[in-house]
């Protein structure tokens, strides 16, 4: 054993009933410890992330009792809002790893998967350069579609939607920014009022983007925003099962709206009123 000593690795295993010494130390020096995964899902918000950190029971934790600011300062990115720039993801990690090293593992991913995908974004949309000064603008607009559809075959369908209406001049107008805007006041309900008051991030009052990410985002959302699809859609409707009934002019959808919204009396439009 003394031989083998130095090539031991430190970490959690799991011993099977009846392991024999010799396999024990084989197990020890491959260095196969207990593995644990945490994901970062789609569409959550950074509030939601922090609370499940919290929950944690493998995790050292080391931002409880920081602020958003503060912990970003502890990352290193002073200055610099959370919500968005940690990559939707499922990571693995060993016992002994901290809160902040995970998120900074899901920060650096986010860098690099959002710096592939904008090098690698389409050139134009219907004949119209992108409407992003660059990529943080592109992950502000992933971050809206992640809201707006689990499905992927929609992300680039809800992209074309929005770039299109930022092409024309048209305010964008969606739901989920205004959600985000409202904070601990929305309470599953969104009434005309809401609609009507000022945010930084209502959609409905503000042109163009809000000013920072609404969720975590995933690459596909990213992908999308990137690479925006559709014909000449500007609206878009739930039908309740999880998809969208997408329109190219009011009048259809109003048609939509009736169809699909009023009957099931949902207040969730994403579309100009």
Do not use: C
Not at 84 to 104: E, H, I, K, S, V
Not at 131 to 158: N, Q
Request: glycine content about 8%; charged content about 25%; overall charge positive.
């Amino acid at each position: 054993m003394q031989k083998v000593g130095h090539l031991l690795k430190a970490g959690e295993y799991q011993i099977e009933p009846g392991v024999t010494p010799r396999q024990l130390v084989a197990q020890l020096v491959e260095g196969k410890s207990i593995s644990y995964r945490f994901t970062l899902i789609e569409g959550s918000t950074f509030k939601q992330l922090r609370q499940r950190l919290a929950e944690s029971e493998v995790l050292i934790h080391e931002t409880d009792g920081l602020s958003d600011e503060q912990l970003m300062t502890a990352l290193g990115l002073e200055g610099q809002h959370p919500e968005g720039r940690f990559l939707a993801n499922t990571y693995q990690f060993q016992r002994g790893m901290t809160d902040l090293d995970l998120l900074r593992r899901a920060y650096q991913l986010q860098e690099k998967v959002l710096t592939e995908e904008w090098q690698a974004r389409a050139e134009k949309f219907e004949s119209k350069v992108l409407p992003y000064k660059d990529p943080y603008e592109a992950l502000i607009m992933a971050s809206i579609v992640e809201k707006e559809t689990g499905l992927s075959s929609e992300r680039p369908v809800i992209a074309g939607v929005f770039v299109r209406r930022m092409q024309i001049g048209m305010r964008l107008q969606t739901d989920p920014t205004v959600i985000y805007g409202m904070g601990d006041k929305y309470k599953g309900n969104i009434r005309r009022k809401d609609l009507r008051t000022p945010t930084p991030y209502n959609t409905y009052t503000i042109p163009g983007l809000p000013p920072t990410p609404i969720a975590m985002v995933g690459r596909e959302a990213i992908k999308a925003a990137l690479h925006p699809e559709g014909e000449k859609w500007l609206y878009f409707v739930a039908k309740g099962d999880g998809s969208h009934q997408f329109s190219a002019t009011l009048k259809q959808h109003n048609k939509a709206v009736r169809e699909y919204q009023l009957k099931r009396k949902a207040s969730y439009r994403s579309a100009p009123e």
